[in-house]
C-alpha cells in the first residue's frame, strides 16, 4: 500500500486535499484526523506538518509527500521533487527596514531571522557573506521590529505581511516556491507510484485545458488546425451539412478566448468550450 504524507495545516492543506480529491482518493472528513485508510485505491493518507513531511520521505517511513519547494530544501532531507503541482506560489526573500539595505552584501555582520535556516546559511556562505542567523518559528517580521534582528529571509506571497512590518525586499529572490509532489533520492520506485502520479498529472492536465469544439468550412480546416493544435492531433468529424466539419481539440485554458476569436475571423461556428473532469493523456 502505497505511504501518502499531505499537510495537515496551513497554506498547502486545502488545495492539497483538493487535487487529492479531483485524482479520486477518499480524503479525511474532519481536519483533526490523522490518518485516512483508502482501500480500494491502495493508499493510505497521513496528514503532517508540511515542514515534517520531507524528513518522512527522506527516512523512507512514508513513499510519498506533498510539500513546499522551499521546506523541502530547507530541511535537507534525502528527498527529491518529482512533479511541480501548480499551486502554493510563492518568493522567499531577503527584507529589511525601508531604505536600511539595497544589497545582499548589506547583509556582511547584520542578524538575519528566519524559520529557513537551512536555505539562507548555505545561501550566504556561497556567496562569501558572513552574518548571524536567527532561527524564529514564524512571524518572522516581527523580529527586526522587536531588536532580535537587522533584517529577515522568509516567504513573501502578496506582501502584505512586509508592508505591515515597515520591511522591504531587496536583492534577487533566494528561491521560487511551489507546492511538490517528492519521493525518496537515489531510491527505487515505490509499487503503486505510477498509477498515483498518472493521476495527479492527469489533474493537472485537466486543470490547464479545456476541451474546445467548433464547426468550420474543410478549405479552412489547415488554418484552423494550425490554432488548435492539440496534444496529439485535433479530431475532425464529417457533418452532414455539405463542405462543413466538426473539430475537437485540447486548448491550453489560458490561450482559450484568443483561440476562439482567432478561430471565428477564420469562420468557424458553434465554438464550445467545455471543462474536462478528469483524463488520461
Ligand atoms: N501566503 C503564504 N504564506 C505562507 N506560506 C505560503 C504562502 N503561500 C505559499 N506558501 C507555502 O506554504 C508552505 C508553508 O506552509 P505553512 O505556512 O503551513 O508552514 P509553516 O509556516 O511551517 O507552518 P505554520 O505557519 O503553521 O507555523 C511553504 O512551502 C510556503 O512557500
Ligand atoms: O506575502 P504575504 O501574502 O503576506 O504572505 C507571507 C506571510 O505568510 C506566511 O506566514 P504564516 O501565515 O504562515 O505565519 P507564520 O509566519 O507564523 O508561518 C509567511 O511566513 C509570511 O509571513
Ligand atoms: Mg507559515
Not at 245 to 260: G, W
Amino acid at each position: 500500500m502505497l505511504k501518502i504524507a499531505v499537510p495537515n495545516k496551513g497554506a498547502l492543506a486545502e488545495s492539497a486535499a483538493q487535487m487529492l480529491t479531483e485524482a479520486g482518493y477518499h480524503q479525511r472528513r474532519n481536519t483533526k484526523d490523522l490518518v485516512t485508510l483508502d482501500p480500494d485505491n491502495d493508499v493510505e493518507f497521513f496528514y503532517l506538518r508540511p515542514r515534517d513531511i520531507a524528513i518522512y520521505v527522506g527516512e523512507g517511513t512514508l513513499d510519498v509527500g506533498i510539500t513546499g519547494r522551499d521546506l523541502l530544501l530547507d530541511s535537507g532531507a534525502k528527498a527529491a521533487e518529482n512533479i511541480s503541482l501548480g499551486f502554493g506560489a510563492s518568493t522567499f526573500r531577503f527584507a529589511a527596514p525601508i531604505g536600511a539595505m539595497s544589497s545582499i552584501a548589506d547583509l556582511a555582520g547584520s542578524r538575519i531571522a528566519t524559520s529557513y535556516p537551512g536555505i539562507v546559511q548555505p545561501y550566504l556562505a556561497e556567496r562569501g557573506i558572513s552574518a548571524d542567523v536567527v532561527r524564529l518559528d514564524g512571524a518572522v517580521e516581527s523580529s527586526v521590529r522587536l531588536g532580535v534582528a537587522d533584517a529577515i529571509a522568509d516567504v513573501v506571497e502578496t506582501g502584505s505581511t512586509l508592508k505591515q512590518a515597515d520591511l522591504e525586499v531587496f536583492g534577487e529572490p533566494i528561491l521560487s516556491s511551489e507546492a511538490v509532489l517528492i519521493t525518496r533520492r537515489d531510491a527505487p520506485e515505490p509499487e503503486g507510484f505510477a498509477v498515483f502520479k498518472r493521476r495527479i498529472d492527469s489533474v493537472l492536465v485537466a486543470r490547464t485545458y479545456i476541451m474546445m469544439d467548433y464547426d468550420i468550412r474543410v478549405d479552412q480546416v489547415e488554418r484552423a488546425v494550425e490554432l488548435t493544435p492539440g496534444i496529439e492531433s485535433p479530431t475532425v468529424s464529417p457533418l452532414h451539412r455539405e463542405g462543413w466539419v466538426a473539430v475537437r481539440s485540447m486548448v491550453p485554458r489560458d490561450a482559450a478566448q484568443k483561440v476562439m476569436d482567432s478561430l471565428f475571423e477564420i469562420g468557424a461556428r458553434g465554438i464550445l468550450v467545455t471543462d474536462i473532469l478528469a483524463c488520461r493523456i
